[in-house]
């Protein structure tokens, strides 16, 4: 039986990201992926709809990513490994139906001018609270690490200031921003980033999300790799490589084997096992991790139970279209052409009421359309003087039961292809009002419902590409389930990562992070020894 260190089930960006710093610590790991390419949602395809045109399939903006922990320990390999980073001055926008548009960029001045002294005022105030509040996104919650950062919350803001902090983190988005900003443009500009965080603006700490996302784009912008997320995924797979680390594709995990309480090897779907000396960290969800790869009796009942109970959230659609010109936005602002991801939807109560119809099962009269232009940072993607378009629909049931719009014939109560190409064609139509050119620029589309995602990658189920839902009662201290918060497991040696776990999905590599910091932590009379005064860490 082959053996390693450690072994990592799926290669999502939290599996590659952990086992190219846990292979730079000296492990052995062996990275299985199901699908025929490492990645997980970073899937970079050439030629998808038209040669010389390379696509995102899934994910593509890489700001969590470029602004993790992660990335500056892994960066000097990156670098040398020729992964290149390229970013804007204007990350977003949001283009309404009257033709006018508001923009955020990544600088202070810029932006308090477009929504006023209100910007400036909530940027300090976040400033004053952000070591709080990023740390409680990359900090394991529930260890020593969570309470030394609830002390020093406490020794920062007082007994009062922690309690007003705390509310703050619970309000909604919509709390927030008619609390703060009298100006519904800043409304309409900064209310669906709260969607790329899995919420609808009036969910708790939906506030605290939005004010995370805002003031980062500011400080980070848009960065994307050059040429593709496909660069990143090579670089991580070559640091694993060249440490004597294994990457296998269509690798299916069946099993997870379990002897004494300790996880020690894995089983594949043709039968091979590896054995994990050290660890198994699996980048699963809790449905698949409690329901399928361990065997019954594994873990305590009120486990399993907690699993089951675990909740998706709504459905996704993305839609590629490859267009033989620049888009000619309507309203002639000509920086909306030069801005990455560009929100068109009517404002806050737009989004709301998108939310709220997919909740209820019905595809949206008006969703929310997230309109991505790689090609306004990452000219390399597209033919000189052509143009890609990333489209996503956030707000989408996972088994439609109706059309708020009363238009598209949902009895099947699935996502079929026909559904699916009509809906696409909806969207396109009302996207056609704001790109004028549009239609006649048009060189070909490729459309994903959430039926096609959830088959792309069983960690997205229903079509939710988060991995489960990110309401508060299943986020932060309570992610993935209030049974197992947090990454380690019932099983010792079993580590649960991935989108499912705390910090949440996204391409920040949070909880491969945490659990290979975990992991090659120094002993604990070394870590006590490193502190004493005139010590060298
Ligand atoms: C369409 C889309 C757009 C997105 N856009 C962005 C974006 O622009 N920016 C951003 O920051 N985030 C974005 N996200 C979210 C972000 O990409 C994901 O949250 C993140 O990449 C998830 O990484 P992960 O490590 O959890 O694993 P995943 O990417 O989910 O990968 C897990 C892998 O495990 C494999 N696997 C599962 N079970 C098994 C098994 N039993 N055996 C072997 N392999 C298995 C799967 O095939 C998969 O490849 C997007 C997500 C999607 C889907």
């Given at each position: 039986m082959a053996g390693f260190d450690a072994v990592f089930v799926g290669s999502g960006i939290n599996s590659l990201a952990g086992a190219a710093l846990l292979a730079k610590s000296g492990w052995r790991v062996c990275v299985l992926e199901r699908a025929d390419r490492l990645g997980g949602a970073i899937r970079t395809v050439d030629?998808?709809?038209?040669?010389?045109f390379t696509h995102e399939v899934f994910s593509s903006w890489h700001p969590l990513w470029t602004g993790s922990p992660a990335y500056a320990e892994l960066k000097p390999d990156l670098d040398r490994l020729g992964v290149e980073y390229l970013n804007t001055e204007l990350p977003t926008a949001t283009a309404f139906p009257d033709g006018s548009s508001a923009f955020l960029s990544t600088s202070l001045e810029a932006n308090t001018s477009e929504l006023g002294e209100a910007w400036a005022r909530q940027f300090d105030d976040f400033m004053g609270k952000a070591d709080v509040a990023f740390g409680v996104l990359g900090t394991e919650l529930w260890s020593t690490a969570g309470l030394a950062l609830g002390r020093r919350a406490y020794r920062q803001f007082g007994r009062q200031g922690l309690v007003e902090f705390g509310g703050r983190v619970l309000g909604s988005a919509r709390d927030w921003l008619t609390e703060t900003f009298a100006d519904e443009r800043a409304h309409g500009l900064l209310a669906p980033w709260v969607l790329h965080t899995g919420?609808?603006?009036?969910?708790?700490?939906s506030g605290f999300m939005n004010q995370v996302i805002a003031c980062a784009l500011q400080l980070g912008g848009m960065p994307v790799p050059k040429g593709g997320g496909i660069r990143l995924v090579e670089g991580l797979a070559a640091i694993v490589r060249d440490a004597g680390g294994e990457l296998r594709t269509e690798a299916e995990v069946e099993q997870i084997l379990v002897s004494g309480g300790r996880a020690t090897a894995v089983r594949l779907d043709d039968g091979e096992c590896l054995r994990a000396r050290r660890a198994v960290l699996a980048n699963v969800t809790p449905t698949q991790l409690y329901g399928r790869l361990l065997r019954e009796g594994e873990v305590p009942e009120r486990v399993n139970e907690a699993a089951r109970r675990f909740r998706y959230g709504r459905g996704e659609m993305q839609i590629h279209v490859a267009m033989s010109e620049l888009p000619r936005w309507r309203g002639g602002d000509e920086r909306l052409a030069q801005v990455p991801v560009v929100h068109v939807t009517p404002g806050l109560d737009g989004v709301s009421r998108a939310v709220n119809e997919a909740d209820r099962g019905l595809l949206p009269v008006e969703a929310t359309i997230v309109c991505g232009q790689p090609v306004a940072v990452d000219p390399s993607r597209a033919p000189e003087g052509s143009w890609i378009l990333w489209l996503q629909l956030?707000?989408?049931?996972?088994?439609?039961?109706?059309d708020a719009a009363g238009e598209l014939n949902t009895t099947a109560g699935i996502w079929t292809e026909e559904l699916r190409e009509a809906y696409a064609d909806r969207i396109l139509a009302r996207l056609g009002d704001h790109v004028e050119n549009l239609a006649t620029a048009t060189i070909g589309r490729a459309v994903l419902s959430p039926a096609d995602l959830e088959a792309a990658n069983p960690?997205?189920?229903?079509?939710?590409?988060?991995?489960?839902?990110?309401a508060l009662d299943q986020n932060l201290l309570w992610r993935p389930t209030p049974a197992t918060p947090?990454?380690?497991?019932?099983?010792?040696g079993l580590f649960h990562i991935g989108a499912?776990?705390?910090?949440?999905?996204?391409?920040?590599a949070g909880s491969g992070y945490l659990v290979a910091k975990r992991l090659t932590r120094p002993p604990l009379p070394r870590r006590v020894l490193s502190r004493l005064p005139g010590r060298r860490t």
């Open positions: 030629g998808l709809i038209a040669p010389g919420l609808g603006p009036d969910q708790a700490s956030q707000e989408l049931p996972p088994r439609p039961r109706g960690n997205w189920v229903g079509g939710d590409i988060y991995g489960g839902s990110c947090g990454h380690e497991t019932a099983v010792d499912s776990t705390h910090p949440g999905p996204g391409l920040g």
